[in-house]
């Protein structure tokens, strides 16, 4: 079942980004390994356009980001575990009509993504979300 991320943006009720079971359990693996995590997708091209994990803090965000939700991957009973998912603002403007699911694939990604050495990368997977605000 997939894990909704909370609701970070103002006047929005409907999460914007979800985890696939199979990233679920591939973030409590790195998790353990670097500690916090996040991530960013900047849509620049190529691997750029991929969501980048990284140890929490490693990439520092600005008020050209936009913070979607914050996905908690603790399993039940378990310590709170948030991971923050930051978007370009840039990029948010062309992707704010959809509602975003993190997956997993087989093969290598960017090298600067912890789930690299995995032999997987992360993939978002969208789809136009019923009702969405336009980003201002």
């Known amino acids: 079942m997939p894990v909704d991320a909370a609701v970070t943006l103002p006047h929005e009720t409907q999460s914007r980004v979800a985890l696939a079971d199979v990233s679920v359990s591939l973030l409590r693996k790195l998790w353990e390994q670097y500690g916090p995590l996040m991530f960013h997708q900047s849509g620049g091209c190529c691997d750029g356009s991929s969501p980048m994990c990284y140890p929490a803090g490693d990439f520092i965000t600005s008020d050209a980001d936009?913070?979607?939700?914050?996905?908690?991957?603790?399993?039940a009973g378990g310590a709170s575990q948030p991971i923050d998912f930051w978007m370009s603002a840039e990029q948010f403007a062309y992707w704010s009509h959809t509602h975003l699911t993190i997956d997993v694939v087989k093969g290598r990604g960017s090298g600067f993504s912890v789930?690299?050495?995995e032999g997987v990368r992360f993939l978002i997977r969208?789809?136009?979300m019923d009702s969405a605000l336009p980003f201002e």
């Not at 936009?66 to 399993?75: R, S, W």
């Open 66 to 75: 936009v913070l979607l939700g914050v996905l908690d991957i603790a399993p």
């Open 115 to 117: 789930e690299a050495p």
């Open 126 to 128: 969208s789809k136009l």
